[in-house]
């Protein structure tokens, strides 16, 4: 699966998967559950790079203290919003406003899509951001309710 950055706004995100052929029902559902669940996850902040405490203390966790206050004082990181999954011939899409989840959603995504290309579904391609010029946005509803939001 090759990975490609377009341009990058976290308020107003385009995620496109590239399949090999046009994705069966069992495929989309496993695309959509990996979306729907990073999601989850970053609308509950578990995308929070300011606190990454375990992380932080290396390979040996046993019996480490895990200060609260830490996890309480770091600034949240939640995603806001997200649009159904949508297809159209070998592609699919789906809008995202991050809100203030770290990058490190990003890689987790990646690596989770990595992960299912190798095991359950063809993904030639994941471009993170900016438009498909097979497949306008422009319009959209998504960009249409952000521009809403910016003024």
Same mark, same amino acid.
């Given at each position: 699966?090759?990975?490609?950055?377009?341009?990058?706004?976290?308020?107003?995100?385009?995620?496109?998967?590239?399949?090999?052929?046009?994705?069966?029902?069992?495929?989309?559902?496993?695309?959509?559950?990996?979306?729907?669940?990073?999601?989850?996850?970053?609308? +509950? *902040?578990?995308? %929070? &790079?300011?606190?990454?405490? #375990?992380?932080?203390?290396? /390979?040996?966790?046993?019996?480490?203290? @895990?200060?609260?206050?830490?996890?309480?004082?770091?600034?949240?990181?939640?995603?806001?919003?997200?649009?159904?999954?949508?297809?159209?011939?070998?592609?699919?899409?789906?809008?995202?406003? +991050? *809100?203030?989840? %770290? &990058?490190?959603?990003?890689? #987790?995504?990646?690596?989770? /899509?990595?992960?299912?290309?190798?095991? @359950?579904?063809?993904?030639?391609?994941?471009?993170?951001?900016?438009?498909?010029?097979?497949?306008?946005?422009?319009?959209?509803?998504?960009?249409?309710?952000?521009?809403?939001?910016?003024?």
């Amino acid at each position: 699966m090759h990975v490609q950055f377009r341009e990058f706004n976290p308020f107003d995100l385009w995620i496109w998967l590239e399949f090999s052929t046009v994705p069966s029902q069992m495929e989309k559902e496993y695309v959509e559950e990996v979306f729907n669940s990073w999601f989850l996850l970053g609308k +509950l *902040g578990g995308f %929070d &790079a300011e606190n990454l405490q #375990v992380q932080d203390v290396g /390979l040996d966790i046993s019996y480490m203290d @895990y200060d609260e206050q830490i996890a309480d004082n770091s600034m949240m990181a939640l995603m806001h919003n997200k649009s159904e999954f949508e297809y159209e011939g070998t592609w699919g899409r789906c809008w995202f406003d +991050l *809100g203030t989840s %770290d &990058a490190l959603a990003i890689d #987790v995504l990646i690596n989770a /899509l990595k992960q299912l290309a190798k095991e @359950y579904v063809v993904i030639e391609r994941l471009v993170i951001g900016g438009e498909n010029e097979d497949w306008s946005v422009g319009s959209d509803r998504h960009s249409l309710f952000y521009e809403a939001q910016q003024n």
